[in-house]
């Protein structure tokens, strides 16, 4: 089984500040991770993920993340944020088959606003 | 760049019509899959499809059908749509079943039932 929790629904920042978008996850499996972004009825964007390579990934746009297994964390981070920036990110962790496929498990998703 | 078409951004439907959101990949990938997007629910998925005719339930297939005849389209098929299936409806795809794949997505349909 597994699940992934993102542990705030919403987060605001001013322009400028540091972005932190918290997930912890549970898997039986050695889970893949992943972060997606949603801006305003668009679909949603791969941001970064992580496959058990290097625990600190980077993605797009400055965004990175750190998997931290002792944690069973995966948060999300970028050291300035932008008024482009304000979407709807989801957690995803993959792991484990159920019939065929690798299951994917979202997170409900943060929303963050970003202010001038 | 991966493209995942949804041809119909915006709907509105009766109770009980019958209603069909299409979805066409263009990279050639072997899986495809059907999602619905609540608030505060994330996205759960519907069905998915890992080859041409060959589908798989998901976690909310009741009121659904799928159908993949080609491997570039998968159909969601609403054959009797309900007020409760106003939804977001995101499809993607992704290259194999194996865990750490991307799948790309959709920019969605927005379905309202009336």
């Known amino acids: 089984a597994q699940s992934v929790t993102q542990l705030d629904s919403h987060v605001s920042v001013s322009e400028g500040t540091p972005v932190l978008l918290r997930c912890n996850y549970s898997s039986s499996y050695s889970p893949s991770l992943f972060w997606y972004v949603q801006h305003p009825n668009k679909g949603l964007q791969l941001l970064l993920k992580y496959t058990s390579a290097a625990t600190l990934v980077k993605g797009i746009n400055g965004f990175e993340a750190e998997f931290k297994k002792s944690e069973t964390s995966f948060h999300l981070t970028k050291p300035s944020a932008h008024m482009s920036d304000a979407a709807e990110y989801f957690c995803?962790?993959?792991?484990?088959?159920?019939?065929?496929?690798?299951?994917?498990?979202f997170g409900t998703g943060t929303r963050l606003q970003v202010t001038l | 760049d991966v493209k995942v078409t949804q041809s119909s951004r915006y709907l509105v439907k009766r109770t009980g019509e019958k209603v069909f959101l299409e979805c066409v990949q263009d990279m050639d990938h072997e899986n495809m899959f059907w999602y619905r997007q609540d608030p505060g629910l994330g996205l759960r998925l519907i069905y998915f499809s890992y080859d041409v005719k060959m589908k798989e339930k998901g976690d909310i297939p009741e009121g659904y059908s799928v159908s993949r005849e080609k491997k570039e389209r998968f159909s969601l098929i609403l054959e009797s749509a309900s007020t409760n299936q106003t939804s977001m409806y995101l499809c993607a795809s992704s290259r194999t079943v194996l865990s750490g794949n991307t799948i790309y997505f959709g920019e969605g349909s927005w379905l309202t039932v009336v």
């Open positions: 995803v962790v993959s792991g484990g088959f159920t019939g065929t496929a690798s299951k994917l498990t």
